[in-house]
């Protein structure tokens, strides 16, 4: 195979004979990758956040809201239908308005959220929300074994409060701790784990014994309590108003008369007044506040939510006020074909508005929370903005390297043309040179960003150790959620394929065109002023 | 008779000019060159002896004059055609005072370079190469970076570089200018062994009287005119 001379003299210049690469193409290669590198990253890691705010948000609320237009009592056939689409993946039903909670003299008057839970999946990643915000005691020499609270503890006498409505009350679920001085969630020494904790356990001593064969005794002496149980699926029930344990697998058998100590806290409880309540109660009539359990403390990821807010059961919610049968509005979430896009979202919920006569209205997440949709496009223009001076910068410097490879060659070049060469395949040279630098360089700076996309979480602990030390690590992971960024790498998403090849292609592009200026020069050039050239 | 003269210039003329100053380099240059014989031309520094050669090579335009290279006869006010460009690399080679090789290329690449660029580099072209390298007693550093060799090593690497297309003349600037003596002894004794021996007509500058006179015509460059002696 023959190649052609100008491409084997601008390979040659970049890796010459008898030598790995020479000095000068390495600084091009690598400013050419630096550059990929840093346009991949930050695109990447934009896109990160906004698919997490998207993803809050989403979490927040749903992909939609059915909204009432008219106070109908038709909401559990709407329900029915929305249900048996295909196209619907769930739907929850809620009622929604300020309640005012009370602890002693604490007052708070959350957002209260009352969901039906009753059907499906929730919208709602409750769960999730729960676990965020739990807070577990920190004690000496003894260990909080609390089992993150359940969506399906939510009865009609359990609320999950916000950290804001916890704080300021002073109130918070129910905890359990595991005395003496091992550490873990698991009681190895029994081969059990606390697995359900809910709001009618006592406060309590409890002593957990291995008997042998499978049967451990469950003991609290201030209660008068005492039991002996075996597990039924892995669960070991003692009955209500007792911490329900789970043996762990795999099941080591405990040594007999092994024994732990608990001491369980119960639940705070609130009261709750609705606002026909209050009303009630300033015309001097006697209402008794309805008194609920604190089953949990849940964190909303997404900034936008109300902080001070509460999550009832829907029953709750209708016991409060009195009437039933009716529905504020139900979140909704869709299949995956119509939520990835927005187009197709608007499009699914306006065809389910129409085929409610406008009985209902169905508004999109993004037409809720436009602003912060905006928000979102603007930082995307913003990016770009700032992309456009970085890709010149990059091509500036290509320009110049090759340029003053030019300079360094200019005797070469009369050479050349000397030797028969034509000014066209001279210049071709150069032009190649850019190219091979920009496919290089390209290439080399798709592998960065994928390390740097690979590694981000050390890279990121690194330097903010160094800068504001370990506190600073914990800040980063609270305030950016940088830690559980989605930054997909390009073969789990098109939309990162796409980015790693867009920037990928404009360096190519880029070099090409930074080759050309030195490239048309070396042609123009006159040979034998070329050759007197010092 | 014409038909064995393979160079021929006839009433070439250069002048330089910079802003009001007016240079004439060369009057009305003729010279004739029979296949297979060498000329050589002195004179003193910076009398246009470089400038000549270019424009022979039509690497340089002149003011008026033409040229005939074998058959070919060309105008030298106009630049050099695409094909004359390409026919230059099988008629002519070239050999200069500062060798020019390239720094990124091995020994051999460079030699076979001016067959890369007309395109028809193949097995024969790196034989050849190989051969004008022992030709010129520098076989053994084929495969070396020019940077590795010393001055002479590189103007003997240079020559084998001219006379790789087998062309019809070889022209020379001062080839061992940057040479010492007994350097430039041997490489000129090498040069015209190996124009004689591939049939290349030759014409080289120089300052050495010694070298001059080992050719078949000689000559001197003085205010522009060319003297035979
Ligand atoms: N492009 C140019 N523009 C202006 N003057 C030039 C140019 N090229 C050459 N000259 C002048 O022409 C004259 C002849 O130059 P040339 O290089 O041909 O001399 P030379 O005989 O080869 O000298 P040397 O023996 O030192 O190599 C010099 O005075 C030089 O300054
Ligand atoms: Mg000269």
């Known amino acids: 195979m023959k190649i052609p001379w100008p491409l084997f003299l601008a390979w040659k210049q970049l890796f010459p ?66 249900l048996l689409m295909p196209k619907v993946s769930s739907v929850t039903p809620y009622l929604q308005g300020p309640l005012l909670v009370q602890k002693k003299d604490y007052h ?35 260990v909080d074994v609390t089992p993150v609270p359940a969506s399906s503890s939510l009865h009609d006498d359990v609320v999950f409060v916000s950290q804001y409505v916890a704080n300021r009350l002073g109130v918070r679920p129910g905890a359990i701790l595991r005395m003496g001085d091992s550490k873990g969630q698991q009681d190895d020494a029994l081969g059990v784990s606390v697995y359900e904790f809910s709001v009618d356990v006592p406060s309590a001593e409890w002593h957990l014994e291995y008997l042998g064969k499978q049967v451990w005794a469950l003991r609290s002496p201030g209660l008068g309590f005492a039991r002996e149980i075996k597990p039924v699926d892995g669960l070991l029930i003692a009955g209500p108003g007792t911490p329900t344990f789970a043996t762990i697998s795999p099941f080591l058998e405990p040594e007999i008369g092994a024994k732990s100590t608990y001491q369980t806290f119960r639940a705070s409880t609130i009261e709750v007044f609705s606002p026909a309540m209050i009303e009630q109660a300033q015309a001097d009539e006697m209402v008794p506040p309805k008194e609920v359990r604190v089953g949990g403390i849940f964190e909303v990821p997404w900034q936008g939510f109300h902080a001070e807010a509460m999550i009832g059961s829907f029953r709750m919610f209708e016991d409060m006020r009195t009437t039933t049968g009716l529905c504020d509005g139900m979140f909704l979430k869709f299949s995956q074909d119509i939520s990835n896009n927005e187009e197709s979202l608007y499009a699914f919920c306006e065809e389910l508005e129409l085929a409610r006569s406008m009985d209902w209205a169905f508004v999109p997440w993004f037409v809720e929370n436009a602003w ?36 360094r060659k200019i005797r070469e070049i009369g050479l050349l043309v000397a030797m028969g060469g034509a000014r066209g395949a ?28 690979r590694f981000r979480d050390d890279i990121m602990s690194f330097i903010v150790v160094r800068i504001a030390g370990d506190e600073g690590k914990v800040g980063v992971a609270q305030f950016y ?5 989605y930054v997909p790498y390009p073969w789990e998403s098109s939309e990162s394929a796409s980015t790693f090849i867009t ?32 | ?89 099988n008629f002519l080679g070239v050999v200069y005072q500062a060798y020019y090789l390239v720094p990124e290329l091995s020994v051999l690449e460079n030699v076979t370079l001016s067959a890369r660029i007309s395109g028809s580099l193949d097995r024969s072209f790196v034989e050849r190469a190989h051969d004008l390298l022992k030709k010129m007693g520098v076989a053994d550093k084929a495969d070396q970076i020019p940077g590795k060799l010393s001055g002479g090593e590189r103007q003997r690497v240079a020559i084998a570089r001219a006379l790789l297309n087998q062309p019809k003349v070889l022209l020379a600037d001062e080839p061992t200018g940057n040479l010492d003596e007994r350097t430039g002894e041997d490489v000129m004794s090498l040069l015209l062994n190996a124009c004689s021996e591939e049939g290349a007509s030759l014409i080289l500058v120089t300052h050495n009287q010694a070298f001059a006179r080992a050719t078949n015509q000689q000559s001197v460059l003085t205010e522009g005119k060319l003297n035979e002696v």
């Open chain 2, 1 to 89: 008779m014409n038909n064995s003269i393979i160079l021929q210039a006839n009433d070439i003329s250069k002048t330089f000019r910079f802003g009001k100053q007016e240079l004439a380099v060369l009057k009305s240059i003729n010279l004739s060159l029979p296949m297979g014989s060498s000329l050589s031309i002195r004179g003193e520094s910076g009398c246009g002896k470089t400038t000549l050669l270019n424009i022979l090579a039509r690497i340089e335009n002149a003011d008026a004059g033409t040229l005939l290279w074998g058959q070919r006869s060309m105008d030298c006010e106009r630049k050099a055609r695409p094909d004359e460009v390409a026919h230059r690399a």
């Open chain 1, 503 to 534: 920037f990928a292609l404009f360096a190519v592009f880029v070099s090409t065109l930074a080759g050309l200026i030195p490239a048309w020069r070396a042609a123009r050039m006159n040979p034998a002023d070329a050759l007197r050239n010092e």
């Open chain 1, 426 to 453: 001279v210049g071709a040279i150069f032009c190649i040179q850019g190219f091979l630098i920009g496919l290089l360089g390209a290439v080399l700076g798709c592998v960065l960003a994928l390390l740097f996309i």
């Open chain 1, 108 to 142: 708070s008057v959350p957002l209260t959220i009352g969901i039906d839970l009753s059907r499906g999946e929730p919208v709602l990643p409750l769960d999730e929300f729960l676990e965020n915000g739990q807070m577990r005691l920190e004690a000496h020499d003894a």
């Open chain 1, 372 to 407: 912060f949709f905006d928000l979102l496009k603007f930082e995307e223009y913003l990016m770009i903005l700032i992309m456009v001076p970085i890709g010149l910068v990059a091509a500036f410097a290509i320009a110049i390297a090759l340029m003053t490879t030019v300079l």
């Open chain 1, 17 to 82: 004979s008898r030598k790995i690469v020479s000095f000068f193409s390495l600084l091009a290669v690598v400013g050419v990758a630096l550059g990929v590198n840093v346009m991949i990253v930050v695109v990447a890691f934009m896109k990160g956040f906004q698919h997490k705010f998207r993803e809050d948000i989403i979490d927040a609320q749903g992909h939609a809201r059915a909204i009432p237009l008219s106070r109908t009592k038709e909401w559990r056939i709407l329900q029915n239908e929305l």
């Open chain 1, 481 to 485: 959620d940088f830690y559980s960024l």
